[in-house]
């Protein structure tokens, strides 16, 4: 399988400077707070390390999911692999052209589609039709290019209709459609079903594997959902603080994480330091505690995933440091075998919000 991207220690510094003064907080405006830093010698320069020796290849006709928490550096890179930004260190070459040399030819090659979030391109006054026939001038295409996107992505029965009047997933097939009509080998998505419904996500997907299938199209995939990810992706890779910190097929990053199981706990009334406790108890490999809300005296609810070798061995163990020890209240168990997310949360489990390993 031939190569489409290759990319080989990568990393993207960026540099941004910061005010110190002691008037900062009554400084709000940029230029401001940049006049006073100069005035008074106190703005610093600080670096930000986006991605740090980062290294994967794509083969062609993959389906490559990159993975990790917020800031985590995925859309750092879709915008290197689109062409629109230059790494400061490493070599990148997609479709077999030098980023760092040929980042305008690579723009011009590669679709980038973002979520409705980002898509800042859309004119919400103007039709669907018209929206891609100005894309379509712009990117030199020819007007039936427009027709056959339109038809691909099933949006022919809405082309004359204003896009302000759409439901949000059929922006998102607008969206789409737009990265289609530069009829590209390789197809960047960064997290394109950000805010559209769950029901649409699983039309969305089966849109995704026809793009792939039917057109064989390579496709670079940005999630922060697990499902998704493993559903669609032949292989994927998981970012944390700008390290690709894993990568491979999902079934085999799975198995990686040997026979074990793992025991879902939801509670209430449960302290921040019982993830601590239950990490002590023999047979216990992961815990990560995604709380939604506590209280004046921090006392949480929300999830607890524990993964252990042996889940009728370890349960009883569990229960007792809950509820004997913590007085916790312990409202659902559930028990099941690992999948993506216990990958990924085995990888990045500091992230905030969330206690682990």
Same mark, same amino acid.
């Given at each position: 399988m031939s190569s489409v991207v290759e990319v080989c220690d990568l990393t993207m510094v960026f540099e941004k400077k910061v005010y110190r003064g002691l008037w900062s907080?009554? =400084?709000p405006y940029? &230029?401001?707070? @940049? !006049?006073?830093?100069?005035?008074? *010698?106190?703005? +610093? +320069?600080?670096r930000v390390v986006a991605l740090d020796g980062v290294s994967f290849k794509v083969g062609r006709g993959e389906i490559f999911g990159v993975l990790g928490p917020n800031g985590s550096g995925k859309s750092t890179l879709l915008k290197i692999l689109a062409g629109l930004l230059i790494p400061t260190g490493g070599s990148v070459f997609v479709l077999g052209y030098d980023v760092s040399r040929e980042s305008a030819v690579v723009a011009r090659k590669v679709s980038l589609i973002t979520s409705i979030? *980002? =898509?800042a391109f859309i004119v919400w006054s103007l039709s669907v039709r018209r929206n891609l026939e100005l894309l379509a001038e712009l990117y030199g295409v020819s007007k039936s290019r427009v027709d056959e996107v339109l038809s691909f992505t099933g949006l022919r029965e809405v082309e004359d209709t204003r896009v302000g009047f759409l439901s949000t997933g059929t922006v998102a097939r607008l969206i789409v459609a737009a990265g289609l009509l530069k009829n590209s080998e390789l197809l960047l998505m960064d997290e394109p079903m950000m *805010?559209?419904?769950?029901?649409? =996500? %699983?039309? !969305?997907?089966?849109l995704v594997r026809r793009l792939n299938r039917e057109l064989g199209t390579t496709i670079i995939y940005a999630t922060n959902n697990l499902v998704e990810a493993q559903e669609l992706c032949d292989r994927v890779a998981i970012l944390d603080r700008g390290k690709l910190v894993v990568c *491979?097929?999902?079934?085999?990053?799975?198995?990686? &994480?040997?026979?074990?199981?793992?025991?879902? +706990?939801e509670v209430a009334n449960a302290r921040e330091d019982i993830v601590e406790k239950l990490k002590e108890l023999d047979g216990v490999v992961d815990v990560n505690f995604e709380w939604s809300d506590s209280d004046a005296l921090r006392m949480y609810k929300g999830n607890l995933r524990i993964r252990v070798w042996n889940a009728r061995e370890v349960l009883p163990r569990i &229960?007792? +440091? &809950?509820?004997?020890?913590? @007085? =916790?209240? %312990?409202?659902?168990?559930? %028990?099941?075998k690992p999948n993506l997310l216990d990958v990924f949360l085995h990888y990045t489990s500091h992230v905030e919000g969330r206690e682990g390993r």
């Open positions: 907080f009554q =400084a940029m &230029l401001f707070r @940049d !006049f006073i830093g100069r005035l008074t *010698g106190s703005t +610093v +320069v600080e979030v *980002g =898509a *805010g559209v419904s769950a029901e649409f =996500a %699983v039309k !969305f997907r089966g *491979g097929r999902p079934e085999d990053l799975i198995k990686s &994480l040997g026979k074990s199981e793992v025991i879902e +706990v &229960l007792e +440091v &809950l509820i004997r020890r913590f @007085d =916790a209240e %312990v409202r659902s168990i559930e %028990v099941f």
